[in-house]
């Protein structure tokens, strides 16, 4: 019979993967931290979220202000470099990033895209001729090998410091590491204001690491903060955080990092997510699907989105 011909085949055991997992700072490891099981159900399960706005704003705003970088570097049109983009440039660059992202079916009602439109325009007038002519690079990519895993995150800009601006090659330590946030500043007792500086203290050990030198400071911009009425004319006082690098704050946060890895590795290895041990934002819970059986969001009550009608 034909199984006979399978007497003496002997299969080895599966030996464990060496491969080691890839832990990006803000998809991995701060989305764990906001909310352990929202991150269960969307980051491992891949289960596909009803709401996308968050992401159609989060990924429009970076990828437009990289193309008004790239405008300004003359890396577009060599003829423009130099030059700031206009709002005209603004809603071409606007458009074309909208159209790849409904391609993806990741889209968001109008007054989302007119609030998104807005501020990305001020921002350009009002932070464009004095940071663009200091970017070095932008959406730099960083990693390291942690042992057991790869820690990998993507800063937004690169940027000689003011003092340092007309300085090819400037120090690495005269340096800022800019990220770029969608949201209003959160207060100083939100869990997202730790979250941030933690990311940056993370991103900051990256480029040292790279580089053998701590960057000067870290720039955290609320793009938000430029939406009120009138236009602002100078940088809103909320509209940045400024973080400052030493290295046993780096340290720690880089402890962090690893201890919030095992987290997640005992988490899988369990196959079980449970409710964070510290209650998410208001926000956070708004834009959850899971909210709906969920003890840490009883608190904000059961009820459909308030965030984007």
Not at 66 to 93: E, F, K, V
Not at 129 to 146: F, G, H, K, M, S
Request: hydrophobic fraction near 35%; charge should be neutral.
């Amino acid at each position: 019979m034909t199984w006979q011909h399978y007497n003496g085949i002997r299969v080895p055991h599966r030996t464990a993967s060496s491969v080691k997992r890839r832990y990006s700072v803000t998809s991995h490891i701060l989305a764990y931290r906001r909310c352990s099981r929202q991150y269960g159900f969307f980051g491992e399960r891949k289960y596909e979220p009803a709401l996308v706005v968050q992401m159609f704003y989060g990924t429009i705003v970076h990828q437009v202000l990289d193309l008004a970088h790239a405008h300004y570097a003359g890396l577009l049109d060599p003829s423009l470099r130099g030059q700031i983009p206009t709002d005209n440039d603004i809603d071409d660059y606007f458009t074309e990033v909208e159209n790849g992202l409904r391609a993806r079916r990741i889209n968001a009602v109008q007054n989302v895209k007119e609030h998104a439109r807005k501020v990305l325009k001020r921002f350009n007038s009002l932070e464009g001729p004095i940071l663009y002519p200091r970017v070095v690079d932008t959406e730099c990519r960083l990693q390291a090998d942690r042992g057991n895993y790869i820690l990998h995150g993507n800063v937004d800009v690169l940027a000689r410091t003011e003092a340092a601006a007309q300085i090819q090659t400037p120090d690495p330590s005269n340096m800022e590491l800019w990220d770029y946030k969608g949201t209003r500043k959160p207060s100083i007792t939100s869990p997202d204001f730790n979250n941030y500086r933690f990311q940056m203290l993370v991103y900051a050990e990256l480029y040292r690491m790279k580089t053998g030198s701590l960057p000067e400071a870290g720039v955290l911009y609320f793009l938000s903060e430029l939406s009120d009425d009138p236009s602002p004319t100078a940088r809103p006082i909320n509209a940045t955080l400024e973080v400052s690098f030493e290295l046993a704050q780096v340290q720690r946060a880089m402890e962090e990092f690893g201890s919030t890895v095992a987290d997640i590795e005992r988490c899988r290895l369990l196959r079980q997510w449970p409710d964070p041990n510290a209650a998410p934002t208001e926000e956070t819970c708004d834009a959850c699907d899971a909210r709906w059986n969920c003890q840490a969001a009883i608190r904000f009550g059961r009820r459909y989105n308030m965030l984007y009608p």
